[in-house]
């Protein structure tokens, strides 16, 4: 398994990352579905655990992921293995429980005991801020930020995180395109807040941005952040090799049951999208994986990736992704072909 030094973290961690959403089985958040349909406690745990003899180290959950079912299957892991061998980050932000919001410091702080709890262990390395909605005029900004600063300090956690805009160019906050406000209001965040680590989404379907603008990994790495890169594989989208788009119905417990990207007439213009690489290496969901993974890779060489699983045989087919390397031509290609009409994922 390669590694990838992570900035912010300082330390090195495995370049494939279990990302374990996933894992959380079904489940809804104050009335909005947020989990996955179909998921299986024990294959789920074989999976985490043939991940770790694979060389995977790094593992990634939030509070909110089937509502603390996903902690808890990765603290099982962490009682069989070394803790200190291994990189786990979790989140704090969308679960606001009884309290009156999901930053109130209250919450917060019990939140963060229920984590440690849940995995099993005394620290987070990364410790995300999973949300942007800090209250009304950012009531709750200040103390969150400060929270996280002083369980830092104290060790609780090792390294502070924040997602990032699923598009991002520095120079569209002082722009007049429709994502200027959006960005200027990360822009402001991340100068509050002055995260350790990025988390952000980066896939075959990701805008390409021009040599002048600064895009978030060009942005980190002036700043000294490291990032994970999130969605890989477009939430299994992009795997889809047969003749008809994916047909499959979701749960309202599945947060694909509302996502705009799982319409039918999503999938059927994503399939249509993506048949010129199926064509060219596969007609196979492996074929398809090892397509994602290395387009992530060979972008940001300095970055992770988190790719989610439901059971062992997805993580062999995610670190076989390692063993054929995309080159300089294959990525011509492949935005060529994605990105010759506007993005529409």
């Not at 994970?228 to 008809?244: A, E, M, P, S």
Request: charged fraction near 20%; hydrophobic fraction near 40%; aromatic fraction near 8%.
């Amino acid at each position: 398994m390669p590694r990838r030094y992570l900035n912010g973290l300082n330390a090195e961690v495995s370049a494939i990352g279990a990302g374990c959403w996933t894992i959380g089985g079904p489940a809804t958040n104050r009335g909005t579905p947020i989990g996955w349909d179909d998921v299986d406690p024990d294959a789920a745990f074989a999976g985490l655990v043939h991940a770790l003899e694979r060389g995977v180290t790094l593992f990634d959950t939030a509070d909110v992921y089937g509502l603390g079912r996903s902690e808890r299957l990765l603290g099982q892991l962490l009682r069989v293995s070394a803790r200190q061998d291994l990189t786990i980050s979790s989140k704090v932000g969308h679960f606001a429980g009884t309290a009156r919001h999901a930053y109130h410091p209250v919450q917060m702080r019990a939140q963060l005991v229920t984590t440690l709890d849940n995995l099993g262990t005394d620290y987070i390395d990364i410790y995300f801020l999973h949300s942007s909605d800090f209250g009304p005029h950012d009531r709750y900004l200040p103390e969150a930020v400060e929270l996280m600063r002083t369980w830092r300090t104290q060790g609780l956690i090792r390294a502070v995180g924040m997602r990032a805009p699923h598009r991002f160019a520095e120079e569209w906050a002082a722009s007049d395109r429709p994502q200027a406000a959006e960005t200027r209001r990360w822009l402001y965040l991340f100068d509050q807040v002055r995260p350790d680590v990025l988390a952000s989404r980066y896939n075959l379907l990701s805008p390409l941005y021009a040599d002048h603008e600064t895009d978030i990994f060009r942005f980190a790495h002036r700043y000294g952040v490291g990032v994970l890169i999130k969605q890989v594989l477009g939430q299994g989208l992009f795997l889809h090799t047969g003749t008809r788009p994916d047909q499959r119905q979701f749960s309202p417990c599945d947060h694909r049951s509302t996502d705009p990207a799982f319409t039918p007439d999503n999938r059927r213009q994503l399939h249509a999208r993506l048949a010129p690489l199926r064509d060219r290496y596969g007609h196979n969901h492996v074929s398809m994986a090892r397509v994602c993974v290395q387009y992530a890779l060979h972008h940001a060489p300095d970055a992770a990736i988190l790719v989610g699983f439901r059971d062992a045989s997805q993580i062999d087919t995610i670190i076989a992704s390692l063993d054929h390397p995309l080159h300089a031509d294959d990525i011509t290609q492949i935005q060529g072909v994605l990105h010759a009409n506007p993005d529409t994922y």
